[in-house]
C-alpha cells in the first residue's frame, strides 16, 4: 500500500491554519497515523486510528478521514509545530510511511 | 516510563553482517509487538520489519527481505535486527519502536528510540 503525502513542504505563519493530506493506493479502513518530527529528534505520535489524539498532544491537532483519504489539520499553528509530519499505514504488512511534510516559517 | 535504547550501529563495508539491539523497559515487553523503522540521512522514514509479541508473525519490507532477520527474546526485554549483505543504500539511522498492540498491525506505533546509526561504505 503507498501513501501520498501532499504537499510535500509548506510556509506558514503563526496562527495560521495549515492542513495536511496522505492518500492511500487501497482502503486502509481507519487504521492511519501521524507522527511529528523535529530535526535530531524520534518521531512523535501525534494522531492514531485516523482521529484519535494522543494523550498529551495539544487540541490544535487533529485527525480525520477513512478508507483511502486522511487529513491532518493544525488549527492554529504554533512556533513549536514547525516540524516534518508523516503519514503511517498499519491496515496491513508491509506497513509503509508517506512522504512527510516539511512546515516551515514563512 | 517507557524507554528503547538500542545499540550495534557502526560503521561496516559493504556485503558484511551487522545485529543491532534494543534494549526496552517500562513496560511488560512481551505483551507487544515491536517494530524497526530506519530514516536515511536528510531523507524519509521508512518501515524496516516487524514482529508480533510471541514472534508468531513476522513480516519484512521488500527492501531488506531475505537480508535482514527480526528477533525477540521476551526473557531480556530485547530486540533484535540481524543484518546481511549489507548496501550503501542501507545507510540510515535504525530506530526500535513499540507497538500499541501485540499483532504489529491494525493498531500504531507508540514508542520510538533515539536510534543508532549504520554506515555501509568502503
Known amino acids: 500500500i503507498q501513501l501520498t503525502q501532499s504537499p510535500s513542504s509548506l510556509s506558514a505563519s503563526v496562527g495560521d491554519r495549515v492542513t495536511i493530506t496522505c492518500r492511500a493506493s487501497?482502503?486502509?479502513?481507519?487504521?492511519l497515523a501521524w507522527y511529528q518530527q523535529k530535526p535530531g529528534n524520534a518521531p512523535k505520535l501525534l494522531i492514531y486510528?485516523?482521529?484519535t489524539l494522543e494523550s498529551g498532544v495539544p487540541s490544535r491537532f487533529s485527525g480525520s478521514g477513512s478508507g483511502t483519504d486522511f487529513t491532518l489539520t493544525i488549527s492554529s499553528l504554533q512556533p513549536e509545530d514547525f516540524a516534518t509530519y508523516y503519514c503511517?499505514?498499519?491496515?496491513?504488512?508491509?506497513?509503509?510511511f508517506g512522504g512527510g511534510t516539511k512546515v516551515e516559517i514563512k | 516510563e517507557v524507554q528503547l535504547v538500542e545499540s550495534g550501529g557502526g560503521l561496516v563495508q559493504p556485503g558484511r553482517s551487522l545485529r543491532l539491539s534494543c534494549a526496552a523497559s517500562g513496560f511488560t515487553f512481551d505483551d507487544y509487538a515491536m517494530h524497526w523503522v530506519r530514516q536515511a540521512p536528510g531523507r524519509g522514514l521508512e518501515w524496516v520489519s516487524g514482529i508480533s509479541w510471541n514472534s508468531g508473525t513476522i513480516a519484512y519490507a521488500d527492501s531488506v527481505k531475505g537480508r535482514f532477520t527480526i528477533s525477540r527474546d521476551n526473557a531480556k526485554n530485547s530486540l533484535y535486527l540481524q543484518m546481511k549483505s549489507l548496501r550503501p543504500e542501507d545507510t540510515a539511522f535504525y530506530y526500535c519502536a513499540k507497538d500499541f498492540g501485540s499483532g504489529g498491525w491494525r493498531d500504531h506505533i507508540d514508542y520510538w528510540g533515539q536510534g543508532t546509526l549504520v554506515a555501509v561504505s568502503s
Open positions: 487501497q482502503g486502509i479502513s481507519s487504521y
Open positions: 486510528v485516523a482521529s
Open positions: 503511517l499505514q498499519l491496515n496491513s504488512y508491509p506497513l509503509t
